[in-house]
């Protein structure tokens, strides 16, 4: 059996975005700046994506500003807005526990002499609106603050911080990566100014993504070149890429409802028989505040990278914090920003469900996770020495950076 | 990241992992908090090591480079043993990614711990450890 959880990392193209953009690369190719026929087809297909993205955010299709990926939206507000608002003041709020795109650039900006307040998050992953209130200065600019988190799937409460931006006259962007399609949105009546978004995360194809910037909002592009995206974003659009962008966000947002009722009695289920199953477990992130495709746990005395080695000679397809998996020595920082200790961080494991999961799949993977945890604490030396009351402890040589 | 086959083949069937009964010596290296630990059990009869066990905690890299380094030690002499290192390890499974790589060096840090747990040992005239003595386990 197959089995893919890892929609948190990408999605599946499907059937209906596929077949919407099928025409779009043999068929109807002009460039959708040229003044003839073939490009004036171009052109009305990506003003109907933009008008799709702008009705799933409640938005105004002049809003919506297609980019290359999640990555670049976040960039773009996060720098641009910075930029183009350097007379007001230099300082921006973020958090400690956003996706890189995010806390890199920030540290980008640090650079160039901006500053930056990182919010702590409580250990579920919240923010707290008062802690972002008193955080607002003067020379704030910028507020950006996920909506839902790719790791432990926490949900935001993002009109109320959107509120205290909006009450003390600051922009509010959110990275809502992970949101589009899990949680109703409605950028008007959540007052939020800019909002990043990325296609592949529900099922459009990846190298495509847009921000929207409420109208009115000051920002400076990045690129310079031609006039594309009203002389916003240069560079000539992906149009497949956007034409299933627009498709998929129709079929994201048409029932949003059905949606987490469906696929949240999926993880409610893996969430509910891990932790009866599988003791010395910790589940991360919100209890119900999380995204209903999102399962999050910690099993003690063991490492993630084993945990996804042996699931997936077993077909099934997950993620992990474990330091092991992110190529540096030091487990996710999400997980270390709700306070997880660093060796219980190590043995996490992300499931990310979409539609297309199924109750069958959902105990298929319990099954295996059962018995690949068993096998792994009976190699565990940390288990071993729990089990006897031994604190274990070690020094680590080869280990240079702790 | 690939592993290779070999790799692949230690982390899924691994050799001499378990505890042992009295051991002759006991090496422990690695931290919880950086996500691994090796634990390796030596029995050394006229110096040379007859039996090894191991325990780990780590990944896929950590799993197979300990139970690799049993296979390689078991019936050399303590002298023998003392120049395997994680050169030798790595390259007999092949090889491994480049991030992986200071895993393979608690492999030999966790075996050379074991030898020196054992000639201390011996130069305190101990006795053999049992189980039971496990709080009495040295980290190094």
Request: net charge negative; aromatic share 6%; proline share 4%.
């Amino acid at each position: 059996m197959k089995v893919y959880m890892d929609n948190g990392a990408t999605t599946r193209v499907t059937e209906p975005v596929m077949e919407a953009m099928r025409p779009y690369f043999c068929e109807i190719y002009g460039n959708p700046s040229s003044v003839h026929g073939f490009g004036r087809e171009s052109r009305r297909a990506v003003e109907a994506a933009r008008a799709q993205v702008a009705q799933a955010l409640g938005a105004e299709p002049g809003e919506i500003y297609f980019t290359g990926c999640g990555t670049e939206s976040d960039n773009w507000a996060l720098r641009g807005v910075a930029y183009a608002n350097r007379d007001k003041g230099r300082h921006i709020i973020t958090t400690g526990f956003e996706h890189h795109a995010v806390l890199h650039t920030c540290a980008q900006l640090e650079k160039e002499g901006f500053e930056v307040t990182y919010l702590p998050v409580d250990a579920d992953g919240l923010v707290s609106p008062e802690q972002l209130a008193a955080a607002i200065r003067p020379d704030t600019v910028l507020v950006s603050i996920m909506y839902a988190n790719n790791e432990i799937g926490t949900v935001q409460p993002i009109a109320d911080l959107a509120a205290v931006a909006k009450e003390k006259g600051v922009l509010f962007h959110t990275d809502a990566v992970q949101a589009v399609g899990h949680v109703p949105i409605d950028v008007k009546a959540q007052n939020i100014d800019l909002l990043s978004l990325s296609g592949h995360k529900f099922h459009a194809p990846k190298g495509v993504g847009a921000l929207y910037i409420r109208r009115g909002v000051k920002i400076q592009r990045l690129m310079q070149g031609g006039a594309q995206e009203r002389t916003q974003r240069p560079g000539t659009e992906n149009l497949a890429g956007i034409v299933g962008l627009g498709r998929a966000i129709e079929l994201a947002t048409a029932d949003i409802p059905a949606h987490q009722a469906k696929v949240g009695a999926i993880r409610d289920h893996i969430i509910r028989r891990i932790m009866d199953e599988i003791p010395y477990t910790k589940l991360n992130g919100h209890p119900t505040k999380r995204t209903c495709g999102n399962v999050n746990v910690s099993f003690r005395f063991i490492e993630g990278e084993s945990l996804l080695l042996h699931l997936d000679i077993k077909g099934i397809a997950a993620s992990s914090g474990s330091a092991c998996t992110s190529g540096s020595l030091d487990p996710s920082h999400v997980l270390l920003a709700i306070g997880l200790p660093h060796e219980i961080a190590h043995g996490s494991l992300r499931l990310s469900l979409s539609d297309e999961n199924t109750m069958e799949e959902a105990d298929y993977v319990v099954d295996n996770l059962v018995e690949i945890v068993a096998r792994l604490r009976e190699m565990s030396p940390l288990y071993d020495d729990f089990l006897k009351g031994v604190e274990t402890e070690g020094s680590c040589e080869s280990c240079h950076l702790h | 990241m690939e592993y290779t086959e070999q790799v692949m083949d230690h982390f899924m069937n691994p050799r001499n992992m378990g505890e042992m009964e009295d051991p002759s010596g006991v090496g422990t290296v690695g931290n919880a908090k950086c996500g691994d630990i090796m634990r390796i059990y030596i029995k050394v009869e006229n110096d040379v090591i007859t039996d090894v066990k191991f325990k780990t905690f780590g990944c896929g890299a950590a799993i197979a480079t300990s139970s690799k380094a049993t296979e390689l030690v078991k019936g050399l002499t303590l002298e023998e043993a003392e120049k395997i290192t994680n050169k030798m390890v790595m390259e007999s499974l092949g090889g491994l990614p480049p991030v992986k790589i200071h895993c393979s060096v608690l492999a030999e840090e966790a075996l050379h711990a074991a030898i020196q747990d054992y000639r201390q040992r011996l130069a305190n005239g101990e006795p053999p450890r049992t189980e039971e003595g496990d709080e009495d386990v040295r980290y190094v």
